[in-house]
């Protein structure tokens, strides 16, 4: 067996803990005894479905409690995961149905296996030819023992967060899943005796389906996962379950921090004991200080420790985490001269907040990279760079993804000597503290400068009645000699034009406050409107189809 299973079926053969599913309605809690039991049985199914070792499965459901056992029993036979792009209400099925057919055609996949809601969609996969098996017939399966399976197998094919219309997954083996995670939870000094993690990340999204669910289905820890549909529903069952399951680990992403400090706001005092909490991770998009700080006060009254507000830097290439701080650490940030960073690429330390005499830039510090990773900056032609010079992140090591699988075929992700480009631009600190500054493709560049989108949309939020998290800045006229931006936003007041007179006029000023830069444009759009990945980010690219054309 890999590492990767062994170690999870012994979990399953003898760890009380488990997976807590269905609140808030219907709360079911099962052991991974049990899980290991039914994910046997569905092994069988499986078996019977035809799915044999190598094979690539799709797996389109929604609840937890189906999802686990039916990814442990897929590696039992030796095949691999790919979770698949969820409908919402809002999804023309058509095009939902067509996109679904090209990412199964893409990974080669022999069946989906589906669960609920998504029952629906049986008629339309099977129209094209799909086989589709059941998660309730797969449990009248024969209690199947486990397929061998070897380091270098495929266990996951995630999905990334762009287009689905032209998809590609990152191919995750037994021994990345396996080195990442051991990095993962020992930096952060998980003990499963003790630690709860709570979750209502999607698990299609890899910091759901491996942080909150692997992960713990391997290491035999307690969590409680919900849907993201429970939390965006009322943001404050996040909390509630903290209270309720005495959590001490969990994650989202920036704009879910911000919600979260709203209810908080709102709650009433001593309804909520947050003092379990150890770790709030926030990653999947950019960080802002502004959202920790704010979240920080809001939580005081209800015993949430600001130590455990923590920026963290991870992605689907490396498996999940790149880098973690240090237990106890919280939000560190590096205060840096914005004329500099912007002019000549250098994270120059300003001396305070208060005493800098130019603009500073409060950069979140995003920890140190995890064990088994190493990691360097360089410039435009791949040269090292050194601390504090800002260029293009890299990471190598055993947890980094081989490539990806593509319509076109497989593409690898590393170079010759073993380095993946990430995509994101940033630096390392003096003290080995890494720091995001945005995606090499997003950056706008105007006299010289370099404009970092997350500046501009951070400024924008913080005009009342833009939705929180829910700002672009799109990159116009990239590679000219006027390169320039607009600004998207969404706002409940789209459809006032005083409200949207102001807003507009709002943003103009605070980005210009900000950046020293005005907006080509500002376009003010109703709730739902920017579109975004499955995974909720937001599609930069993409937003600029709904700017006013000139």
Not at 13 to 18: E, I, K, P
Not at 54 to 73: F, T
Not at 293 to 308: T, Y
Request: net charge negative.
């Amino acid at each position: 067996m890999s590492r990767f299973t062994d170690e999870m079926y012994a979990t399953g053969q003898t760890c009380a803990r488990g997976l807590i599913a269905g609140e808030p309605s219907a709360p079911l809690r099962q052991t991974w005894i049990e899980i290991h039991r039914l994910a046997r049985r569905m092994a069988g199914g499986l078996a019977e479905a035809g799915i044999a070792h190598g094979d690539a499965v799709g797996v389109l459901a929604g609840l937890p409690v189906d999802i686990a056992p039916a990814c442990q029993a897929i590696w039992m036979r030796g095949a691999s995961i790919t979770m698949l792009h969820q409908p919402t209400p809002r999804t023309d099925l058509a095009v939902w149905a067509r996109d679904t057919e090209t990412v199964l055609t893409m990974i080669e996949a022999r069946a989906v296996v589906l669960g609920s809601p998504f029952e629906a969609a049986e008629s339309l996969l099977r129209e094209r030819g799909i086989t589709v098996v059941r998660v309730e017939e797969l449990a009248e399966g024969a209690d199947t023992e486990p397929l061998p399976t070897a380091e270098a197998d495929i266990a996951l094919q995630q999905l990334t967060s762009g287009s689905t219309g032209s998809p590609k997954a990152v191919r995750i083996t037994h021994g990345n899943l396996f080195t990442n995670a051991n990095a993962m939870f020992n930096r952060v000094k998980f003990q499963p005796e003790h630690d709860v993690m709570v979750s209502w990340l999607p698990l299609f999204h890899d910091m759901g389906m491996v942080g909150f669910l692997t992960a713990p289905m391997q290491f035999g820890a307690e969590v409680a996962c919900v849907t993201p549909m429970d939390f965006l529903t009322r943001p404050l069952l996040w909390a509630e379950l903290i209270d309720k399951y005495r959590g001490t680990v969990t994650a989202a992403p920036n704009f879910a921090y911000s919600l979260l400090a709203r209810r908080l706001r709102q709650a009433d005092d001593a309804s909520l004991d947050l003092s379990s909490v150890r770790y709030m991770w926030n990653g999947a998009e950019p960080v802002d200080p502004e959202t920790m700080e704010k979240l920080a006060d809001a939580g005081e009254r209800f015993g949430l420790n600001p130590a455990a507000l923590t920026p963290v830097y991870g992605m689907a290439e490396t498996t999940l985490a790149v880098s973690l701080p240090d237990p106890g650490k919280g939000q560190v940030l590096d205060i840096v001269d914005a004329d500099l960073l912007e002019a000549i690429g250098k994270a120059v330390p300003a001396l305070d907040e208060h005493g800098h005499p130019g603009k500073i830039r409060r950069l979140p510090t995003l920890g140190h990279l995890v064990d088994n990773l190493e990691g360097r900056v360089v410039d435009a032609e791949r040269q090292p760079l050194g601390s504090r010079s800002v260029g293009v992140i890299e990471l190598r090591g055993p947890a980094v993804t081989s490539g990806y699988v593509t319509v076109d075929g497989f593409r690898q992700a590393q170079d010759a000597d073993g380095w993946l480009d990430t995509g994101d631009i940033g630096y390392f600190t003096d003290e080995g503290l890494i720091v995001v500054c945005g995606r090499i493709k997003d950056v706008i560049i105007m006299g010289g400068r370099n404009i970092y989108p997350t500046d501009i949309e951070r400024a924008a939020t913080r005009v009342v009645g833009v939705r929180a998290g829910n700002a672009v800045a799109v990159r116009l006229d990239a590679g000219d000699k006027r390169e320039s931006f607009a600004v998207v936003v969404e706002s409940g007041n789209h459809e006032d034009p005083d409200e949207v007179k102001r807003i507009e006029r709002e943003i103009v000023h605070a980005v210009f406050s900000e950046v020293g830069a005005r907006p080509r444009t500002v376009a003010v759009l109703g709730p739902g409107s920017l579109p975004k990945t499955s995974s909720g980010k937001l599609r930069r690219a993409a937003t600029a189809a709904h700017l006013p054309q000139r």
